[in-house]
């Protein structure tokens, strides 16, 4: 479960976005302190932040350093959200529960890939967990 | 002197939005190895991205650990281009060198916020220098 609440027109803000957003920034730190911002594809349950991955850098760095930054696209200097939070590895059955949602939210993505919903979860191994911790923005 | 030459698609896309874009996604990495992505303003003069910040987190953060990651906006999950950098804390000399072309970048940003050049470079008082290191993106 998250920390924040999301009250205000700042969380107001973030919660569509979290809920709309196709791609996200996630910045993971390596251990020898080099920040590694990636795009990601994700998705929101109203709590947490999930999404795959292919057993990357990302996925060595969160295992060392649990904390992670999300943000979005900003329009023009404005509509600045950033999250942080606290990832941790996950599980086929962390991602069990919003595989549907996920697989629907990415088709076209998927599609345009030339990819399948399979051959994607093969490929992208492992399920990363992102309980944001703070928002900040304006 | 950037380590980086731009060279194929991804090096002139790079150098394009380097020089085209208002804000790019700077990201540094606190002591305790939390990173924050925050939206600045910046010029780049061929070679290095200077920019102006207040006194605050980001200029403590790279005094204790120069290794920052520059991003700018996807544009729906293409067009992603990341740097990874060396920022130096600089002085008014390192921005006089750009202060024409970056007043005239922002003139209409500064207009927006009712300041004036010369307030913002007050209250903006720390001049940050970022040299690239590495480019990667897709």
Known sequence: MSDI?????????????????????????????IPEPNPIWFLWDGSSVILRSQDNLKVRNIRANPHVALNFNSDGG?????LRGLARIGTEADFDAVSE????????????????PERMA?????????EPTKLRGF
Chains 1, 2 share one sequence.
Do not use: C, M
């Open 122 to 130: 093969a490929s992208y191994s492992v399920v990363i967990v992102i």
């Open 78 to 82: 404005g509509d600045i959200v950033v």
């Open 101 to 116: 949602d996920y697989f629907h939210k990415y088709a076209e993505g998927i599609k345009g890939l030339g990819s399948t």
């Open 5 to 33: 609440e999301f009250t205000g027109d700042l969380g107001r803000r973030a919660q569509e976005r979290l809920k709309a957003e196709q791609i996200a920034w996630l910045t993971t730190v390596r251990p020898n302190g």
